[in-house]
């Protein structure tokens, strides 16, 4: 079983939608990241959280410790927001290494 | 954006030759890391740095070496290159990871083995 686990794997809209995009994770951490990544290929942090939540223009991304469990969520979404969305965590006991969630690939059609 | 430079961007070559992929960061950071991205996988981590000349290994490291002499360099480098190493690796550095300060990526290396 991955200590990340991701879902929906592959998650198809219409522009406007609401989008919700969860993380579940086995282990203690000490923060979850979210990234995205877009089909040319770079990597772009989006939120780094240890607790609550934050948000970033239309994107809101939010944690709860005790149930391991991470949401983020686009509203208004736009066929730009198409990307594949990444969730990591830093385990509490870990020095450096990330555990990686596999993605979740978003298109949003107009 | 975070000052990341990989290059080259794209390499294709033979088994069993020699390959070094440089990342370079213009931000001063302490940490840079090393990883590669595989369909079905999430990114794995192959090396870290924590500083100049020390480096760890992370889960896939076997077959891959790294070297940081200065703090703005990290390469990468594939002693004898294998076909199950044809992947897109990414760099990323960090300020410090126990602060609330994320991991800025390069743009990516597609690199194939044939």
């Known amino acids: 079983k991955n200590e990340v686990e991701q879902s929906p794997q592959n998650l198809t809209a219409q522009e406007g939608e609401f989008i919700t995009i969860n993380c579940s994770y086995s282990v203690g951490i000490s923060a979850l990241h979210w990234l995205q990544q877009h089909p040319g290929g770079g990597i772009v942090s989006l939120f780094m959280l240890s607790s609550g939540k934050k948000k970033h223009g239309r994107l809101i991304a939010t944690i709860n410790i005790q149930e391991k469990h991470s949401s983020l969520h686009i509203t208004a979404s736009h066929p730009r927001d198409s990307a594949v969305y990444i969730c990591?965590?830093?385990?509490?006991?870990?020095?450096?290494?990330?555990?990686w969630g596999a993605g979740t690939k978003l298109i949003i059609k107009p | 954006d975070a000052g990341i430079t990989q290059s080259p961007r794209h390499k294709v070559t033979e088994t069993g030759t020699p390959v070094t992929l440089r990342c370079h960061q213009t931000e001063n950071h302490r940490y840079m890391y090393w990883y590669r991205q595989d369909p079905g996988h999430g990114l794995r981590l192959i090396h870290y740095s924590y500083g100049v000349k020390d480096t760890d290994k992370g889960e896939v490291s076997d077959g891959y070496s790294v070297s940081r002499s200065k703090t703005e360099d990290f390469l990468l480098t594939l002693e004898s290159a294998t076909s199950s190493q044809t992947s897109v690796y990414f760099c990323a550095i960090s300020e410090n990871v126990y602060s609330n300060q994320p991991q800025h990526f390069g743009d990516g290396t597609r690199l194939s083995i044939l």
């Open positions: 990591a965590v830093l385990p509490a006991d870990s020095n450096y290494q990330l555990i």
